[in-house]
């Protein structure tokens, strides 16, 4: 058995959820990996995370004081890619050491696009929801967002910043780590061609794996966290080879 410290995988949930979505990946990730869920404010009964600030002033002391000191990674599904991808430009900005690997699921890159803005009424919310197609009609997804409304709804204020912050010159560059977009078959909002549309966003190479499933296929079953502990892996052992000599 290896004496190296794991990956600490740290994994941000989806909008309007907490981390009980990552329950049952430490098994499935496979060795070498040590899956961590982000629980944010808003998920222990707290105050909401509605800015950038809120977002980097929650996180950024758990990643910037690590308990090993080893490598980790980014995982963030939906708005929590969004969250990821701060978080990973945030520590690009101040010096620290970037993750290994950065992963992006079910979340088109912070461009202008589709998004209803957080003042949208409920009915017009569910509506927008429906007309493109992100929620079936009467799938278990459609009844999951209809209860979790008031968290969506600051969770939208949250999106909203990160995308104005993701699309603001920064004096830093682009985080260098190694970015894995996820997608998945049946999902219109994130199909595979976001893919080309990160590309903008980092300076290290750009890897797609799409899965099948709608948006919330992080929610189902052990593909997923197999995927991401097998890119941990590699991600790592790319890290330590030497640079090559030029």
């Given at each position: 058995?290896s004496?190296?410290?794991?990956v ?7 909008s309007?959820d907490?981390?009980s979505?990552?329950?049952?990946w430490?098994?499935a990730v ?16 707290g105050?909401?995370?509605t800015?950038r ?7 950024l002391?758990?990643?910037t004081?690590?308990?090993s000191?080893?490598p980790y990674?980014l995982?963030?599904?939906g708005l ?6 701060t ?5 690009q900005e101040?010096?620290?050491a970037?993750p ?5 699921g ?12 957080p ?6 919310l ?5 007309q493109?197609?992100?929620i079936?009609p009467?799938?278990?997804?459609g009844?999951?967002l209809?209860a979790?409304?008031p968290?969506?709804?600051a969770?939208?204020e949250?999106a909203?910043?990160l995308h ?12 260098a780590s190694a ?7 049946d999902?219109?909002l994130?199909p595979?061609s976001?893919a080309?549309?990160w590309?903008q966003?980092?300076r290290?190479?750009?890897h797609?794996r799409?899965?099948?499933?709608r ?8 593909a997923?966290?197999r995927?991401?502990g097998?890119a941990?892996?590699?991600a790592r052992?790319l ?8």
């Open positions: 058995m004496d190296e410290p794991p600490r995988l740290h994994c941000f949930a989806h309007g907490g981390v979505v990552f329950d049952g430490r098994s496979g060795p070498g990996v040590e899956p961590v869920a982000v629980r944010l404010s808003a998920a222990r009964g105050r909401a995370l800015t600030q809120d977002l980097l002033a929650e996180v002391p758990r990643l004081t690590p308990p000191g080893g990674a995982y963030g599904h929590g890619a969004l969250a990821a991808f978080v990973a430009r945030a520590l101040r010096g620290a970037p290994v690997l950065l992963a992006v079910a979340c088109p890159p912070p461009v202008p696009a589709w998004a209803p803005a003042h949208t009424s409920d009915a017009d569910l509506r927008l929801l429906g493109d197609t992100v079936p009467a799938s278990d997804e009844v999951f209809r979790m409304l968290v969506l709804r969770d939208l949250l909203h910043s104005e912050a993701a699309r603001t010159p920064s004096d830093a560059p682009a985080p970015l894995l977009v996820v997608a998945s078959q999902n219109p994130a595979a976001i080309e549309g590309r966003f980092t290290g190479p750009v797609l799409t899965v099948p499933g948006h919330f296929f992080v929610r189902g079953g052990r997923l966290p995927l991401l097998r941990c892996r590699v052992r890290a330590l080879q030497p640079a090559p000599i030029g």
